[in-house]
């Protein structure tokens, strides 16, 4: 008993020192663990739907800079009509179809992704932003794909002043950065 008294106030401290530091790795490992899924989901969805979105508004307005298709935009007749006018080697027809499907291309790539994370989006707005734009995405690439076709425009769309596609998500850019901020602070990046 008296060897317990003697040793008790060096043997206290030093257990509670091997057990706290064996806490101390367990909530370090455990936070690192964490910070890393949500690197992950910063690297793997969120950084490249932002680069997809930068290049897809840069197509989108060097198209619009072109005074001829922007007025023809919201007059689906009209638009496939000035299509089919011009010559196949024209080089703005082959400039634009380039353009479009690139963007089509790239619109698939952030559908793909949004698709395959969709899970993890911690915002709401977010998520509903992300709704908006693969609703956009799918019904821009069959609007293309209809004016590039051989059909006609069906007499009900082919209205002035209607766009046959939603527009883009006004939300989207504003809820995507403000998911970013709050996952790079998760991840321990700031």
Known sequence: ???????????????GLLAGTGWLQYYLKSRSEKQGKYQAYLEGFLIPLEGI?????SNFLKLQDDRELTSLEYHPGRLQHFFTSLA?????????????????????????LIDRYYGK?????????CDEFKLHAKEWELMWSVLYGSGAVPDSLNV????LAPKFPDGLE????TEIAITRKLAGRM
Not at 53 to 57: D, E, F, Q, V
């Open 53 to 57: 979105l930068k290049i897809t508004s």
């Open 88 to 112: 196949d080697d024209d080089p703005r027809k082959l400039l634009w179809k380039s353009r479009i499907e690139w963007m089509q291309k790239e619109n698939k790539n952030a559908v793909d």
């Open 160 to 163: 002035s002043g209607a766009l």
């Open 174 to 177: 504003k809820a995507l950065q």
């Open 1 to 15: 008993m008296d060897l317990l008294k003697v040793w008790s106030p060096i043997l206290v401290p030093l257990l």
């Open 121 to 129: 989006i911690r915002l709401r707005e977010f998520m509903d932003a």
